[in-house]
C-alpha cells in the first residue's frame, strides 16, 4: 500500500492560532480524505479532498474553520483555524488507491489547544 | 444517518484466549465493511468485505459479512499481548456519498499474559 507521510506529527498550539497539516503520499491516488478523532471517540470524516476543487465537508464541519487543498494526486493540506481547546484531537488523513480499494490512513497529528 | 454499532464496547482476556468481536451497520448505498486496528493514532487496515458468506483470514484474525442481517464479525483466536488495541468497524458507502467512511464506537480489547 501507498507510503503516507503526515506531519506535524503533534503540535501544542495557542487559542487563537491555526495549525495546516500536511498529508504526503508516495504514489498517486484516487481518493484522500481528513478524519478527526476527539478524546475516547471514534473516527469522524471531515471532507473529501477534492484534487483541483473545493473540498466536500461533512455535515457539521465548514470550510472556514477547515480550510482543505489539494494541489494534486499526492499531497493535500488541511488547516485548523481560530482554534480552541475543543479543537484537540487527532487528525487523520486517509488515501484510496483506486475504485475498491480500502482507505489506508497516515499516522496521524496529535493536536493540543491551550 | 448512516449507523455502524460495535460489541462488546470492551473486553478482558488472556494470551491464548479466542475472542469475537461483533458490528452492526444500517447504511444506505452500503459497499463494503472494513476492520481496522487503532495501537496510537493511524488505524492499520485488516480486511475489507464486500460479499456475504465468504471468510477472509489472515493468520490468526478471520472475519465475514452477513448482509442480509447486516453485520460482521472479527474473530482473533490464540490471543496474544500484542493483539492489545482498538479494533475499529467501518462502513464505506457509495453513491453520493461515495468514498465515505462510517466508524464504529471501537472495541478496547486488553490481552493480559
Known amino acids: 500500500s501507498a507510503v503516507i507521510s503526515q506531519k506535524p506529527s503533534r503540535d501544542i498550539c495557542q487559542r487563537g492560532t491555526s495549525l495546516t497539516i500536511q498529508c504526503q503520499v508516495d504514489?498517486?491516488?484516487?481518493?484522500m480524505f481528513w478524519y478527526r478523532q476527539q478524546p475516547g471517540q471514534s473516527l469522524t470524516l471531515i471532507a473529501t479532498a477534492n484534487q483541483g476543487s473545493e473540498a466536500t465537508y461533512e455535515s457539521g464541519f465548514v470550510i472556514d474553520k477547515f480550510p482543505i487543498s489539494r494541489p494534486n494526486l499526492t499531497f493535500s493540506t488541511l488547516t485548523v483555524s481560530n482554534m480552541s481547546p475543543e479543537d484537540s484531537s487527532i487528525y487523520l488523513c486517509?488515501?484510496?488507491?483506486?475504485?475498491?480499494?480500502?482507505?489506508?490512513f497516515g499516522d496521524g497529528t496529535r493536536l493540543s489547544i491551550l | 444517518e448512516d449507523k455502524v454499532v460495535q460489541s462488546p464496547l470492551s473486553l478482558v482476556v488472556h494470551e491464548g484466549d479466542t475472542v469475537t468481536l461483533n458490528c452492526s451497520y444500517e447504511?444506505?448505498?452500503?459497499?463494503?465493511l472494513l476492520w481496522y486496528k487503532q495501537e496510537k493514532k493511524a488505524p492499520t487496515f485488516l480486511f475489507m468485505l464486500t460479499s456475504s458468506g465468504i471468510e477472509k483470514k489472515s493468520g490468526r484474525l478471520s472475519s465475514i459479512l452477513d448482509k442480509k442481517e447486516l453485520f460482521s464479525i472479527l474473530n482473533i483466536t490464540a490471543t496474544q499481548t500484542g493483539d492489545s488495541a482498538v479494533y475499529l468497524c467501518a462502513s464505506n458507502a457509495g453513491g453520493t456519498s461515495y468514498g465515505k467512511l462510517t466508524f464504529g464506537q471501537g472495541t478496547i480489547l486488553t490481552v493480559h499474559p
Open positions: 504514489s498517486q491516488v484516487t481518493m
Open positions: 486517509s488515501v484510496q488507491s483506486g475504485v475498491g480499494q480500502p482507505q489506508h
Open positions: 447504511v444506505t448505498n452500503f459497499r463494503s
